[in-house]
């Protein structure tokens, strides 16, 4: 089992939708969670942190489940801008480096 | 304030070639991260530094790769003899010691090993 798994889309969708992103990670011992976000030939930059009791940022709303393993991500309202890979993200068991999934596409259109 | 840079942006190198790639973190970020993407792939960690630390070596693929941070602040990684499977994007990230887990990335070196 890779060591985190996203589904890679393409999620295409219209502008103002509603869309979720899914997560699974296979170390239990993972203490940090994290989405950030990579637009086409840039580099990855931090949209949020997860926390188990959930939390919100504007239209981005994340969610954990340590039991499942499981992490969301959810987009209101979705924009042209919001175009972009998704990144899933978690600590090492060292707790010294992240283990990026492989990403999760989102197209926005008009 | 300025973000994590990387030089070369762009490499293109002749396999069998020695490679040097530098970083130059956030000033005052105390952790150093390199990872490579290669196409269509997610990110993979390479190597991590934190201070005066013996650096966490246990993602550099092979003896080939190594890579030195001196004076806790600009990096470089070398990749010896070259290979075709060495071309990859090589991303340098910064985090300070008070929230290691926020790290910036800088925006990549694009290698590639004809």
């Known amino acids: 089992r890779k060591e985190v798994e996203q589904d890679p889309g393409p999620f295409n969708v219209p502008e103002g939708a509603t869309v979720a992103f899914n997560c699974t990670y296979s170390n239990s011992a993972s203490q940090s969670f994290f989405w950030y976000r990579q637009d086409c030939r840039k580099e990855p930059k931090l949209l949020m942190s997860?926390?188990?009791s959930g939390n919100e940022d504007g239209r981005f709303t994340a969610q954990l489940n340590r039991a499942s393993q499981y992490i969301s991500l959810l987009i209101r309202d979705s924009k042209l801008s919001d175009s972009a890979t998704y990144l899933c993200?978690?600590?090492?068991?060292?707790?010294?480096?992240?283990?990026f999934g492989k990403g999760t596409t989102l197209s926005v259109s008009s | 304030g300025a973000g994590v840079s990387q030089s070369p942006s762009n490499k293109v190198t002749e396999k069998g070639k020695d490679v040097e790639l530098r970083c130059d973190p956030i000033s005052g970020h105390t952790a150093l991260y390199w990872y490579r993407q290669s196409l269509g792939q997610g990110l993979e960690f390479l190597i991590y530094?934190?201070?005066?630390?013996?650096?966490?070596k246990s993602g550099l693929p092979s003896d080939r790769f190594s890579a030195e941070r001196t004076g806790g602040s600009v990096s470089t990684l070398t990749i010896q003899r070259t290979q075709q499977e060495d071309s990859a994007v090589y991303l340098c990230?910064?985090?300070?010691?008070?929230?290691?887990?926020?790290?910036?990335f800088g925006p990549g070196t694009r290698l590639l090993v004809l």
């Open positions: 530094f934190q201070g005066n630390s013996a650096p966490d």
């Open positions: 993200v978690v600590n090492n068991q060292a707790g010294t480096a992240l283990i």
């Open positions: 990230a910064s985090s300070p010691l008070t929230s290691r887990e926020t790290q910036y």
């Open positions: 997860v926390y188990s």
